[in-house]
């Protein structure tokens, strides 16, 4: 993915968080969004086909980051990993507590598992 695109499911992501600071999920428009994130309505299908797929793809990637925090810090020791996880997750409080508002944090803790899952076999934990 080029460093354009990027930037807009950034954008986009960032925009559905600030938007549900003040409005309900199922409120939202796309359109709303869109317009939130600076980019057209084109551009935010481009990217994700629904406003669930930005949920989806905000776990996705932040799994993605902790797994990579997990690996730069060499973590040896279970109770390491344990903290650790626990110390990343607290930094994603503010978007965690805006899905949990929403009830999306069932949708998240899903996704979650699932992409851990996915990714837990190839990595070397404790």
């Not at 986009?12 to 994130?37: N, P, R």
């Not at 669930?52 to 279970?78: G, H, N, P, W």
């Amino acid at each position: 993915m080029n460093k354009t695109a990027q930037k807009s499911k950034h954008a986009i992501v960032g925009a559905l968080f600030a938007k549900l600071s003040k409005d309900s999920f199922d409120t939202l428009t796309i359109s709303e969004i869109a317009a939130a994130a600076n980019v057209s309505r084109k551009t935010f299908y481009q990217h994700f086909p629904n406003k669930s797929a930005i949920v989806q793809y905000y776990t996705e990637t932040t799994v993605k980051a902790y797994l990579a925090t997990v690996l730069d810090r060499k973590i040896q020791t279970f109770h390491d990993l344990l903290c650790c996880y626990f110390s990343f997750w607290q930094k994603q409080r503010r978007e965690l507590l805006l899905l949990q508002k929403n009830d999306l944090l069932g949708f998240v803790f899903e996704a979650q598992r699932h992409e851990l899952l996915r990714q837990l076999p190839h990595q070397k934990l404790p």
